[in-house]
T-cell receptor
């Protein structure tokens, strides 16, 4: 298996632009997580899907952030409009069950908003 | 929600020494405690995990201990090597993973 695949690896955009981050979880996994990593706040959970359904989005910082999982093999995280404070590394992770099992992380998308 | 505290934030050791990283958690319902290693420019990778029905687990040079009563768990790395240098994260999970802030481990040759 290729693992969790994220794209793009790097994204530089201007403030106010829409940004879409993409994730392909490991085949057969039914839980998907989006995390944001910054020096100040560490790894923060943004949203968690189970069987393609959003279960907990309490970590989504603002209405500018939205996430979808239209099927078991694809998820997107969208920021519109983007702001410089959104600059961070965004990770997607997937796991086989909702609790008690390993979560596998993708390589991340480094987002820079200028 | 769950809150995970991790100490120390940085740790410098000489090659061959042991390194210990400690974490505490707040939610007694958490039942899974993984440790991740993150190298520069990469995503976190699982190195060892422990479930709540086990007190200790070892895998070669790394071991993890769990004290459910006190709600703390620790990572032990023996005979450290320069390639162990990375950021290490503990986490606790019931439904979702909550991470500690990380420990930057530097192993000097």
């Amino acid at each position: 298996d290729a693992g969790v695949i994220q794209s793009p690896r790097h994204e530089v955009t201007e403030m106010g632009q829409e940004v879409t981050l993409r994730c392909k979880p490991i085949s057969g996994h039914n839980s998907l997580f989006w995390y944001r990593q910054t020096m100040m706040r560490g790894l923060e959970l943004l949203i968690y899907f189970n069987n393609n359904v959003p279960i907990d989005d309490s970590g989504m910082p603002e209405d500018r952030f939205s996430a979808k999982m239209p099927n078991a093999s694809f998820s997107t995280l969208k920021i519109q409009p983007s702001e410089p404070r959104d600059s961070a590394v965004y990770f997607c992770a997937s796991s086989g069950q909702s609790s008690g099992t390993e979560a596998f992380f993708g390589q991340g998308t480094r987002l820079t908003v200028v | 929600g769950e809150n995970v505290e991790q100490h120390p934030s940085t740790l410098s050791v000489q090659e061959g020494d042991s390194a210990v990283i400690k974490c505490t958690y707040s939610d007694s319902a958490s039942n899974y405690f993984p440790w991740y290693k993150q190298e520069l420019g990469k995503g976190p990778q699982l190195i060892i995990d422990i479930r709540s029905n086990v007190g200790e687990k070892k895998d070669q040079r790394i071991a993890v201990t769990l004290n459910k009563t006190a709600k703390h768990f620790s990572l032990h790395i023996t005979e450290t090597q320069p390639e162990d240098s990375a950021v290490y994260f503990c986490a606790a999970r019931y439904s979702t993973l909550t991470f500690g802030k990380g420990t930057m481990l530097l192993v000097s040759p």
